[in-house]
T-cell receptor
Framework: AQSVTQPDIHITVSEGASLELRCNYS??????LFWYVQSPGQGLQLLLK??????LVQGIKGFEAEFKRSQSSFNLRKPSVHWSDAAEYFC????????????FGQGTELSVKP | DVKVTQSSRYLVKRTGEKVFLECVQD?????MFWYRQDPGLGLRLIYF???????EKGDIPEGYSVSREKKERFSLILESASTNQTSMYLC??????????FGDGTRLSIL
C-alpha cells in the first residue's frame, strides 16, 4: 500500500542554520510528490512538487527538495532558515487511480531558535 | 491564483446535530476533496468528488456524507455529530495533473 513517512515529529534549528526535513515514501509506480507547509491556524500551502524530470526541484520561499528513487526519499532542504519558517511541514504522494487523492505523512513541526 | 474558500473558520456544535461544512472554489476544478486533520495522524481523506453529483469514499467516510450539486461547491455533512468528530477539516480542489489547493480550514468542536 502507498504510504509516506516523516521520521521527525519535531525539529528545532537556529535561525540562519541549514535545514533538512526527511520524507520516505512507498509507492509502486513513479511517484508524484509534494511538500506543503501549514502555519498555525491556516490551510496548507504548496512549497514544491516533483512530477518527473530533474530530481532537484526548487520551490517557493527558498526551499528545494531532492527526489532519490534508490532511497525512496524526497527530502526538503533550505540553506538558511528564517524565523518565519516556523510551521508544520507535510510531505505527500498523489494516488491518481483514486481521483488524485493525497496520502500525507504525519508532518514535521519546525521550531526556529533566535 | 486559485482560491478555495471554506465558509467558517471556527464552528461549535452539539452532539446529535446535523452539521454542514461548505467549500467553494473559483477555478472550475473537476476534483474536490475533504480531509480531516488530527495531531499525530496527519491529514486523512474523508470523501472526494471528481464531477458534479459524483462522489467517492475516502479512507474514513463513516459518519460523514457529501454533496456536490454545482461544480464549484462541495459540502461535507455530519449526519449526527459526535465528539470524536471534533477536528480540523480541510477542503481542497485540483484539476488534472496539477497539485491540490487547500482552503484555510474549519476548526470544528462538538460539545
Amino acid at each position: 500500500a502507498q504510504s509516506v513517512t516523516q521520521p521527525d515529529i519535531h525539529i528545532t534549528v537556529s535561525e540562519g542554520a541549514s535545514l533538512e526535513l526527511r520524507c520516505n515514501y512507498s509507492y509502486g509506480a513513479t511517484p508524484y510528490l509534494f511538500w506543503y507547509v501549514q502555519s498555525p491556524g491556516q490551510g496548507l500551502q504548496l512549497l514544491l512538487k516533483y512530477f518527473s524530470g530533474d530530481t532537484l526541484v526548487q520551490g517557493i520561499k527558498g526551499f528545494e527538495a531532492e527526489f532519490k528513487r534508490s532511497q525512496s526519499s524526497f527530502n526538503l532542504r533550505k540553506p538558511s532558515v528564517h524565523w518565519s519558517d516556523a510551521a508544520e511541514y507535510f510531505c505527500a504522494v498523489v494516488v491518481y487511480n483514486q481521483g488524485g487523492k493525497l496520502i500525507f505523512g504525519q508532518g514535521t513541526e519546525l521550531s526556529v531558535k533566535p | 491564483d486559485v482560491k478555495v474558500t471554506q465558509s467558517s473558520r471556527y464552528l461549535v456544535k452539539r452532539t446529535g446535530e446535523k452539521v454542514f461544512l461548505e467549500c467553494v472554489q473559483d477555478m472550475d476544478h473537476e476534483n474536490m476533496f475533504w480531509y480531516r486533520q488530527d495531531p499525530g495522524l496527519g491529514l486523512r481523506l474523508i470523501y472526494f468528488s471528481y464531477d458534479v453529483k459524483m462522489k467517492e469514499k475516502g479512507d474514513i467516510p463513516e459518519g460523514y456524507s457529501v454533496s456536490r450539486e454545482k461544480k464549484e461547491r462541495f459540502s461535507l455533512i455530519l449526519e449526527s455529530a459526535s465528539t470524536n468528530q471534533t477536528s480540523m477539516y480541510l477542503c481542497a480542489s485540483r484539476t488534472a495533473n496539477q497539485p491540490q489547493h487547500f482552503g484555510d480550514g474549519t476548526r470544528l468542536s462538538i460539545l
